[in-house]
T-cell receptor, first 112, second 116 residues
């Protein structure tokens, strides 16, 4: 059975801290790993990773994938209160279905 | 571009009634649409995958006779919750593939269903 596990489940930090969110997976026919940010409604797309060792960066957020060890991390530097959200990791399992398997998410709270 | 809308954004219905939720891709043709449900403080769970013009593929444990999915056109998919019960109360989100890239899923804003 395809599985995506995120840790920690929740995290509380102060503004300015750096955080690292973890995502490990076990899926058949891995195609890609995606990170989303979910605030009050639907998730918004952050990154898509397909190759090991290549860091993707967007402002204060960055992410990297390790296909050998089957995990990814999402880093957020100089956190701000607006970063407070649930961060979801999802893995696209192939076989033609293009479906995503989601982890339970990490709830990040950034306090001023 | 690549906007997905859902209607309604929230709905309250009585037990035993049916509710239809629409998912539309506004500026692209969606080859595939997905329906998820999300319980409070939990992650998204895929319910079914629908391709235009063919029957939806349901995930294990999802009752296809209860959650009817119709993908009538390349821009519209509907989810009908039949004979709704309070335990069907949830946040339902659709997503679509077919926008700027062939792989990125674009999510709708979600529909909050409350069954009383």
């Amino acid at each position: 059975e395809d599985k995506v596990v995120q840790s920690p489940l929740s995290l509380v930090v102060h503004e300015g801290d750096t955080v690292t969110l973890n995502c490990s997976y076990e899926v058949t026919n891995f195609r890609s790993l995606l990170w989303y940010k979910q605030e009050k409604k639907a998730p918004t797309f952050l990154f898509m990773l397909t190759s090991s060792g290549i860091e993707k960066k967007s402002g204060r957020l960055s992410s990297i994938l390790d296909k050998k060890e089957l995990f990814s991390i999402l880093n957020i530097t100089a956190t701000q209160t607006g970063d407070s959200a649930v961060y979801l990791c999802a893995v696209e399992a192939g076989g033609g279905s293009e479906k995503l398997v989601f982890g339970k998410g990490t709830k990040l709270t950034v306090n001023p | 571009g690549a906007v997905v809308s859902q209607h309604p954004s929230w709905v309250i219905c009585k037990s035993g009634t049916s509710v239809k939720i629409e998912c539309r891709s506004l500026d692209f043709q969606a080859t595939t649409m997905f329906w998820y449900r999300q319980f409070p403080k939990q992650s998204l769970m895929l319910m079914a995958t629908s391709n235009e013009g063919s029957k939806a593929t349901y995930e294990q444990g999802v009752e296809k006779d209860k959650f009817l999915i119709n993908h009538a056109s390349l821009t519209l998919s509907t989810l009908t919750v039949t004979s709704a019960h309070p335990e069907d109360s949830s946040f339902y989100i659709c997503s679509a593939i077919g926008g700027r890239t062939s792989y990125e899923q674009y999510f709708g804003p979600g529909t909050r269903l409350t069954v009383t």
